[in-house]
């Protein structure tokens, strides 16, 4: 089955305690993002990649890293995650730019 | 930077009616315009999207519209049903990179 999948789905941590979500496609997709979703403002894309080794940011970078080392992963890292990070977060990927990009389940992050 | 302006915040409709999504986008070399639905607690998924070339796409009940000139695209929906009820995100995206911009959604509820 053709899908996106992150991990852990749901996580409570506390201010300064590092911490990593995983993301992972089986479609073979070159493209793929991260985004953290907060009420009132919509979907924010964090980072994306546009293929192995290639990553850029996106409109709301500080505070996190993204590393692309095989086509179908792409984790997202806070290095001291702070209470400002308490968010929905979702991973992405595309076949190509720019088309329909398939979401992942979301990870829901509180940050205490 | 860019921004993608989305009204209205939350719009409620008697089941059988039409319901329109209006965006406005700030960034003239977006090429790529695709509307996503998010049931509540899901994911987003796409449901619509058009392209820079075209002024109007179709699809059931669902429809597009694009006006470059004026940086401004629409959702349409028409015989609305329950299980229309969402959220709506309307987004914009160009060549040279998957930097994608979303508006900040809407709330659409279908009264039966």
């Not at chain 2, 058009?50 to 429809?63: F, T």
């Not at chain 2, 995206?93 to 959604?105: D, L, N, P």
């Amino acid at each position: 089955e053709a899908q996106v999948t992150q991990n852990p789905r749901y996580l409570i941590t506390v201010t300064g305690k590092k911490l990593t979500v995983t993301c992972s496609q089986n479609m073979n997709h070159e493209y793929m993002s991260w985004y953290r979703q907060d009420p009132g403002l919509g979907l924010r894309q964090i980072y994306y990649s546009m293929n192995v080794e290639v990553t850029d940011k996106g409109d709301v970078p500080e505070g996190y890293k993204v590393s692309r080392k095989e086509k179908r992963n792409f984790p997202l890292i806070l290095e001291s995650p702070s209470p400002n990070q308490t968010s929905l977060y979702f991973c992405a990927s595309s076949v190509a730019e720019p088309y329909e990009q398939y979401f992942g389940p979301g990870t829901r992050l509180t940050v205490t | 930077g860019e921004n993608v302006e989305q009204h209205p915040s939350t719009l409620s409709v008697q089941e059988g009616d039409s319901a329109v999504i209006k965006c406005t986008y700030s960034d003239s070399a977006s090429n790529y315009f695709p509307w996503y639905k998010q049931e509540l607690g899901k994911r987003p998924q796409l449901i619509i999207d058009i392209r820079s070339n075209v002024g109007e796409k179709k699809d059931q009940r669902i429809a597009v519209t694009l006006n470059k000139t004026a940086k401004h695209f629409s959702l349409h929906i028409t015989e609305t049903q329950p299980e229309d009820s969402a959220v709506y995100f309307c987004a914009a995206s160009g060549t040279g990179g998957f930097k994608t911009i979303f508006g900040a959604g809407t709330r659409l509820f279908v009264k039966a």
